[in-house]
């Protein structure tokens, strides 16, 4: 159960952290720094819930 809390908490940081990326300002942002954002940011879950 709280691996499944764990899950969701950092999917809507990732979200949040990419939306809040967008807003500061949208053309200084290219997708390939979302993606790696993205993608760090699975990495630290997986490394936190396997922890």
Do not use: K, Q
């Not at 159960?1 to 940081?13: D, K, N, Q």
């Not at 300002?25 to 699975?42: E, M, N, Q």
């Amino acid at each position: 159960m709280t691996g499944a809390v764990l899950v969701v908490f950092f999917a809507l940081s990732a979200l949040a952290a990419l939306v809040a990326l967008a807003a500061v300002d949208p053309r200084t942002v290219p997708p390939i720094t979302g993606t790696c954002a993205l993608i760090l940011t699975l990495a630290a879950l997986g490394a936190a819930v396997l922890r």
